[in-house]
């Protein structure tokens, strides 16, 4: 168990004893790390994680390096490893590879990316190009095989999805997948869950963005596919909506410590959730964010009570 000592001494080899919030430091005094299983295997993952579009993006595009290797490095001393980026937010796989590489962490993190070349003006996805970007991701993330490959945003699931068929067959993409963060693309997504062998779907999910919840999460439990979250914090939208107010006490009794582990740990509390990839580029927010896989989940009721507090808010 990674206990308040463990947690020092971590941050002090890495440089990070002056980022430590008491709150992280609270969170993790509460229990270990907690995990979720990859469906159908023995794998286990961390249940937070790190995105990369955002601000994470942002600063990849400005070649911001130190700003991003002390976030990949507060993630691996407090247990994260499962890392989520795509070819569509700009520098971001690119950057990230390197620096990831530069660190010797490749072997570290569980590396998710996506596919999604531009159409051929008919809706379909060009097979060739395609097949380019995929060797491309390969050549940034310096991992071969990859641990996941999603087609984002369901683009031309035939041609794409197909060659991820091919890409796993052959032993170098090790899960494949799809995702969506349009609710008007759902219908959509819970055909290809039905119909294709997904190993991972990737969707947006908060305590104020439920309707993941009421068929494509049991959907994802019925049909053993993992789940990524995105967006768990509504990009800045929960934040504006809770303010200044304080977390609530009710609250920390699970280890909630700050907003963004009450958003988090909301979020990964279904059990369909594998893992919750928040997006940051601060070094400090990674460390309160993975704050929340330590301590508990809360159950169905607090989820209500939570969902409750933040449906009574002000919309932002």
């Not at 996805?125 to 060797?135: F, G, K, T």
């Not at 979250?229 to 280890?255: C, H, I, N, Q, S």
């Amino acid at each position: 168990m990674t206990n308040r000592r463990d947690c020092l001494k971590f941050a002090a080899f890495a440089g990070f004893a002056g980022l430590l919030p008491e709150r992280l430091l609270l969170a993790m005094d509460h229990g270990k790390l907690i995990t979720r299983t990859v469906p159908g295997t023995d794998e286990k993952l961390p249940i937070v994680g790190l995105g990369s579009s955002a601000t994470f993006r942002d600063d990849a595009e400005a070649q911001e390096i130190g700003s991003l290797t002390k976030v990949f490095k507060a993630m691996f001393e407090h247990g994260g490893t499962v890392f989520d980026t795509a070819p569509g937010y700009g520098a971001s796989e690119q950057v990230a590879g390197r620096l990831v590489q530069d660190l010797d962490a490749t072997d570290k993190i569980f590396w998710a990316t996506k596919l999604n070349v531009a159409g051929r003006g008919n809706g379909s996805a060009d097979p060739v190009a395609a097949r380019q970007q995929v060797e491309q991701s390969f050549d940034f993330i310096g991992k071969d095989p990859i641990d996941l490959i999603q087609v984002h945003n369901l683009a031309d699931i035939p041609t794409q999805l197909g060659l991820l068929k091919e890409y796993k067959a052959e032993g170098r993409v090790r899960y494949i997948g799809t995702t969506s963060t349009n609710p008007e693309a759902y219908p959509r997504l819970l055909e290809v869950m039905r119909s294709e062998p997904l190993d991972f779907i990737g969707v947006d999910y908060a305590v104020d963005n439920r309707t993941a919840a009421e068929d494509i999460l049991p959907l994802a439990q019925e049909q053993g596919i993992g789940v990524l979250v995105y967006v768990p914090f509504g990009r800045t939208r929960l934040f504006r909506r809770v303010g200044d107010r304080p977390v609530p006490e009710w609250a920390k009794e699970m280890g909630v410590e700050s907003w963004a582990q009450f958003f988090i740990k909301f979020a990964a509390a279904h059990p369909a959730v594998t893992t919750v990839t928040p997006a940051t580029s601060d070094a400090e927010h990674m460390i309160d964010n993975m704050g929340a896989a330590y301590g508990e989940l809360p159950d169905a009721a607090m989820q209500k009570r939570m969902a409750e507090f933040v449906d009574a808010l002000p919309e932002a």
